[in-house]
C-alpha cells in the first residue's frame, strides 16, 4: 500500500520520484500490471506513462493461502515476463511480511535472496532494494532493523549479487518516525502508529530513490540482451488486482 499509495488519506512516493528523475534529466516510464491513477500533494494527476506498477495493499514477500496475500516470492516470474525490459526494479518488501506475521529476519532474508537471486537471472535490470520502514511495535521494529541490516551487507559487502545489479535504499533512515532526540516528527507518517508516511515522508523516501537510481545509472542504462517477447501469465494474481 506503501507503493500502491493512490488512497487520498496519505502520500505516493511514485509521483515525487518521478519528477526528482525528471528534474535529473531522466525521460522515465513505469510498468507493472495496476495503473492506479494518483495525485501529487497539490492534488495534480499522474500522467499515464507514470501510473503503471505492481503495488498491492498488505502483500507479503512469503506466500501464504489467502490468493490477495500471494508472495511476490511467487509470482517475480510471471510479472517480469509481463513487464518486459525492465531497466530499473525497484524491490520494497518485507513490510507485511514483519508487521502481520513478525516474519524473522533470517528467514525474510532468505526469500528476499532467493527473489533478488531470480531477478537478476530472468531481467539485466538494475535492483534497488528499498529498506522497510520504521515500525511503531519495540518488537516488530527489531525485526526490520535486522531486516535491513541483513540486505544492506549483503548487497554492499558481502558480493554475494553481481557487482553493479543491486543498491540498497535507506528508506528507514531517509524516513525517520522521529529525531535523533526521540521526539515524533510529526509529519513524516500518519499518526505516531501507521506504517505509511504522509507526504513529508513519501518525498524524503523518493529522494533516497532518486539518489540511488542515479548512482545505479551512472554507467548508462543496462543492456538487454534481445527484445522482449511476453509469454508468461499472471494467472496467479488475483483478478481485482490485475488492471488495464
Not at 65 to 72: I, L, R, W, Y
Not at 164 to 175: F, P
Not at 205 to 234: F, N, Q, W
Amino acid at each position: 500500500s506503501i507503493t500502491h499509495g493512490s488512497d487520498s488519506s496519505y502520500g505516493n512516493w511514485r509521483i515525487p520520484l518521478m519528477k526528482k528523475l525528471c528534474a535529473a534529466g531522466y525521460l522515465p516510464n513505469s510498468v507493472g500490471y495496476r495503473n492506479d491513477q494518483s495525485h501529487d500533494e497539490a492534488g495534480a494527476t499522474m500522467p499515464e506513462n507514470w501510473v503503471w506498477h505492481s503495488g498491492i495493499g498488505g502483500r507479503f514477500l512469503i506466500s501464504d493461502t489467502n490468493a490477495k496475500q500471494g508472495g511476490v516470492q511467487d509470482m517475480i516470474d510471471a510479472e517480469l515476463d509481463q513487464a518486459g525490459n525492465v531497466d530499473v526494479l525497484l524491490m520494497k518488501i518485507g513490510t507485511n511480511d514483519i508487521n502481520s506475521r513478525s516474519t524473522p529476519a533470517e528467514t525474510l532474508f532468505d526469500a528476499w535472496t532467493n527473489t533478488v537471486q531470480r531477478i537478476l537471472a530472468q531481467s539485466a535490470c538494475k535492483v534497488i532494494a528499498g529498506a522497510v520502514v520504521n515500525n511503531a511495535t519495540a518488537a516488530k521494529n527489531e525485526i526490520v532493523l535486522a531486516f535491513n541490516a541483513m540486505m544492506k551487507k549483503a548487497i554492499e559487502e558481502d558480493g554475494i549479487f553481481p557487482a553493479g545489479r543491486v543498491y540498497y535504499a535507506d528508506l528507514y533512515n531517509a524516513c525517520p518516525r522521529s529525531a535523533q532526540d526521540g521526539t515524533l516528527i510529526e509529519h513524516n507518517f500518519q499518526n505516531a502508529t501507521d506504517l505509511h508516511p504522509d507526504w513529508p515522508g513519501e518525498d524524503l523516501m523518493a529522494e533516497e530513490y532518486c539518489r540511488v537510481i542515479k548512482l545505479a545509472l551512472a554507467d548508462g542504462l543496462p543492456v538487454h540482451p534481445a527484445p522482449h517477447t511476453t509469454t508468461g501469465s499472471l494467472n496467479n494474481v488475483p483478478a481485482e488486482d490485475r488492471q488495464g
